[in-house]
């Protein structure tokens, strides 16, 4: 599961976009889903917060095909093509748009009680959903937001098939998606809770947002009182985590006082937003097991290549952070590795002072860490490799052949290096959730 909740997805787009900061953005979210979200980012880039109401106008004998849309101050954008097409005659266009204009008046009377809406004029405006099926509503919003005066368009939102994600590039200035995984068939399977958002929460989420600082420094103080809570009694806390030199972002949840804890080493191409690791923390929660997910890399050094298999600085790093944790909760540790981060963990986990209780490798490199720290590693250790990655198979073969501790190789049939296929991944966290169960002498969930 990729994400809590909306309130989640806001929190981790707003790391994607600290960058426009800078420039006194106008953040505004699509009613419903797309509001909670930008409340977030809003918050965290201390911006203000407005909804954008759009009405898509329907070719009339197959309203779902949509030759324009319309948006507050009497915008209107046109698909001439589709109109052309669809053999839509001007008092066709006018008729549809009488009736759209009724409910978007309506609609945003609602929904900003009230209120005026927020100029654009001249401004960066960064428009948010929970997330793209078609992209329709996303682009149609894009281009009545320029239209309303906008000098530069985000588009932003958590998640989002790869071909709509594709025709959303040029819908915008700068499109942001934390996730466009390929195995997509609906924006609620990337959410844990997805239930709908209703007008009244829309309305209090704009209202609070408008109230200036007194409603700030309250969410702030929330905020604070949820941090405290989620430490005491279970949940997740975004930690900045001293690892050397470097300050890294993570994502701690815990499950309960005391519960074991599972720090995720990403490899190339991944980070701590990764659907796959989280799908396996996900399902580590439900066992009552904590995860501490976090990038080993800062932002710029992922673009360094040689970084990214640097194995001795990331296992350095995971170390670092390792003993952070350990200092912070005081609880039974284990790794989850992918790719490089696999390497990484082992390392780690061969360290004199390590003590770690299970390493879980997933398509991981444990090749890379060291024929001579391989046997050194004393932690329990499971490798979980497709049987179609045969290059890797080959590689933890190897590697496996040079552990000393308790080891075990689990092939997944018909698997890839990234377990895509339907049921790998499931595969995948029920292998390490029964590896890390037993070995930390946890009850089956």
Request: hydrophobic share 45%.
């Amino acid at each position: 599961m990729l994400f809590t909740d909306r309130a989640d997805a806001g929190r981790q787009l707003s790391e994607a976009l600290r960058h426009l900061a800078k420039d006194d953005p106008v953040v505004l979210g699509l009613p419903r889903g797309g509001v909670p979200v930008a409340y977030q980012v809003a918050q965290a880039l201390d911006a203000p917060l407005d909804v954008i109401v759009v009405r898509k106008l329907g070719v009339p004998y197959q309203p779902e095909l949509g030759f324009g849309a319309i948006g507050e101050g009497g915008v209107r954008v046109l698909s001439e093509d589709i109109i052309r097409r669809g053999r839509v005659g001007p008092a066709d266009v006018d008729a549809v748009q009488r009736t759209e204009e009724a409910e978007l008046a309506r609609q945003a009377g609602r929904f900003r009680a009230g209120r005026r809406r927020l100029p654009l004029d001249g401004r960066t405006a960064i428009v948010i959903d929970d997330g793209i099926a078609t992209g329709a509503t996303a682009a149609a919003a894009c281009r009545v937001v320029r239209a309303q005066g906008a000098a530069r368009v985000v588009l932003a939102v958590p998640v989002a098939p790869p071909d709509a994600a594709a025709r959303l590039r040029t819908a915008a200035d700068e499109f942001v998606c934390l996730s466009t995984p390929y195995a997509f068939s609906a924006v609620g399977e990337w959410y844990r809770d997805f239930s709908q958002t209703s007008d009244d929460e829309v309305i209090s989420l704009l209202s609070q947002a408008a109230g200036g600082t007194a409603e700030r420094a309250g969410a702030t103080a929330a905020g604070t009182r949820a941090s405290r809570a989620a430490r005491d009694t279970g949940g997740t806390e975004e930690v900045r985590i001293e690892a050397g030199p470097v300050r890294l972002t993570g994502d701690l949840t815990r499950t309960a006082a005391g519960a074991p804890v599972v720090m995720f080493a990403h490899g190339s191409g991944s980070s701590r937003r990764s659907p796959r690791n989280r799908a396996v923390a996900a399902t580590l929660h439900r066992a009552g097991l904590g995860t501490l997910l976090f990038d080993l890399l800062t932002p710029a050094e992922e673009a360094d290549r040689a970084k990214v298999f640097d194995i001795d600085t990331l296992a350095r790093r995971l170390a670092e952070a390792t003993r952070w944790l350990r200092a912070r909760e005081a609880v039974p540790i284990g790794y989850f590795g992918a790719s490089t981060g696999a390497a990484a963990a082992l390392r780690a986990a061969a360290y004199p002072d390590a003590d770690i209780g299970a390493v879980v490798s997933r398509g991981g490199r444990p090749d890379l860490a060291g024929h001579s720290l391989l046997a050194a590693v004393q932690a329990p250790t499971l490798l979980i490799v497709g049987s179609a990655d045969t290059l890797v198979l080959g590689l933890n073969r190897q590697a496996q052949s040079a552990l000393t501790c308790e080891n075990r190789l689990e092939i997944v049939p018909g698997a890839t290096h990234l377990f895509e296929e339907r049921g790998a991944l499931d595969t995948v966290s029920a292998l390490a959730r029964d590896w890390f169960t037993r070995h930390f002498h946890l009850l089956p969930a």
